[in-house]
């Protein structure tokens, strides 16, 4: 299996742009998750998905930041307006509940630059 | 009060030392206890994980759970340059929501040949 799978690896936007990050989880896994890990805050869950369907997006900073899974092989973050501090890379992780039970598998991320 | 408080370090060793890395908790609901080791510029990858108190090795690697304490460690025996990496502690509740994974910021290791 190619693991999961992001795009764009590294995105660097001026300060008002809308940004789209995608992912492609593992096949046959069920559970897909959106981090955001800085230097300050480290490694924060914004949000879950469970077969499809938001589980948790209480980790969503405000409302400039959206997230859909409209199928089982992809998902996508949106920040609309971007902002200098959404500067973070951005990780997908999936995972299956018939593996062990806390096994997230995680993509490469994505390196967002706002300026 | 952070949820999960790790050491940022940075911690270097020379090759072959016995390597010690710690997070406390404060949440006594957690159950579940993990740590991901992420290389520079790569996604975490599972290590290890413990449900509850006790002790779990694999291999040059022992991760312990004392929940009296609140306190996990992992040991990494015979260290190697390719041991050098960024070590997150990791745990969830037990539950509904036990996929939901709060992370500690990562100790930041360096092993020296």
């Known amino acids: 299996d190619a693991g999961v799978i992001q795009s764009p690896r590294h995105e660097v936007t001026e300060m008002g742009q809308e940004v789209t990050l995608r992912c492609k989880p593992i096949?046959?896994?069920?559970?897909l998750f959106w981090y955001r890990q800085t230097m300050m805050r480290g490694l924060e869950l914004l949000i879950y998905?469970?077969?499809?369907?938001?589980?948790?997006d209480s980790g969503m900073p405000e409302d400039r930041f959206s997230a859909k899974m409209p199928n089982a092989s992809f998902s996508t973050l949106k920040i609309q307006p971007s902002e200098p501090r959404d500067s973070a890379v951005y990780f997908c992780?999936?995972?299956?509940?018939?593996?062990?039970?806390?096994?997230?598998?995680f993509g490469p991320g994505t390196r967002l630059t706002v300026l | 009060q952070k949820e999960v408080e790790q050491d940022p370090g940075p911690l270097s060793v020379p090759e072959g030392a016995i390597v010690s890395l710690n997070c406390t908790y404060s949440?006594?609901?957690?159950?579940?206890f993990m740590w991901y080791r992420q290389y520079s510029r790569k996604g975490p990858e599972l290590l290890m994980y413990?449900?509850?108190?006790g002790n779990k090795e694999d291999g040059r690697f022992t991760a312990q759970v004392d929940k009296s304490s609140k306190y996990i460690s992992l040991f990494i025996r015979d260290s190697q340059p390719s041991d050098s990496a960024t070590y997150l502690c990791?745990?969830?509740?037990?539950?509904?929501?036990?996929?939901?994974?709060?992370f500690g910021k990562g100790t930041l290791l360096t092993v020296n040949p």
């Open positions: 096949s046959g896994h069920d559970y």
């Open positions: 998905f469970n077969n499809n369907v938001p589980i948790d």
């Open positions: 413990t449900y509850s108190s």
């Open positions: 992780a999936s995972s299956s509940p018939s593996g062990s039970l806390h096994t997230q598998y």
């Open positions: 949440n006594s609901a957690f159950q579940y």
């Open positions: 990791a745990m969830s509740r037990s539950g509904g929501s036990n996929y939901k994974l709060t």
